[in-house]
């Protein structure tokens, strides 16, 4: 299903290790694109077919950002060490590893998009493009819209979800088949769900440490570090030419996008009409054609 690899392996960072997969050639004359996959914690499985793109000449790196996935998992750190310093020094090592620091295209997918922007507004000399895919500006504006979101759920859900967050009782059985129903709207409305969704799903689940620390117990439930992390104040100084992706039922609504679109010079924006927030699992098609349109825009 997905194009095979040229290239796996780790690159040190700091005691630590990344984890990266190469699909296609870095010399191929593109910069490649780099995938940052969202969470904070999950892992790149479910973004992998982005490497259809490889195919069209444009080589793509997925990673595992450390804390999950084949990177090192380090789940006795607290919240001072999972920081959005500690993924912008990661990705910046990566670059350098890599030896693609000087000509390279982000991908960001959710908190992967927040992190992308982040890293943007610092103007590095070798980004050359921007794709921020169903993510938010602000992570108030987040939390607002996504009880904006849970109030569209049937009341005996909503009820559920109320009481067992009154206790604290995250896991109870009765609570996960609340917040499914949210996720089954709102974050992936393909049916069955992918397995490179559920791989990341699993891996997550085995080592929520940057997850639940960073966010919280769920997309609807930020209390973490993040809840009050925003990106719309520097905005204007991204250079590069972006696109905004996000989809008619996603959980990064209109509102949490608009700021990305009102803020940054050069931007344009897709909704995809039939997804939430994995267009590219959602809607593969559609999706493909809107990366490709714009990857050759770059020139």
Known sequence: MFATPSATGTVPFGEHRTWYRVTGELDSGNPPLVVMHGGPGSTHDYLLSLTELAAQGWPVIHYDQLGNGASTHLPDRGADFWTV????????????????????????????????????????????????????????????????????????LQEALTRHEATGSFDDPEYQHAMYAYYQRHVCRADPIPPEVMRTLMALGSDPTVYGTMNGPNDFTVIGTLRDWSVIDRLHAVEVPTLLVSGRYDEATPATVQPFYDEIPDVSWEILEKSSHMPHVEEPERFLEVMTEYLGSLG
Do not use: C, K, T
């Open 85 to 156: 310093d500690l993924f912008l020094r990661e990705l910046d090592n990566l670059l350098g590893h890599l030896g693609v620091a000087d000509d390279y295209i982000l991908f960001g997918q959710s908190w992967g998009g927040m992190l992308a922007a982040e890293h943007a507004v610092r103007r590095p000399a070798g980004l050359r493009g921007m794709v921020i895919a169903n993510s938010p500006a602000s992570m108030p504006l987040w939390r607002a819209e996504a009880l904006r979101l849970r109030a569209g759920l049937p009341e005996a």
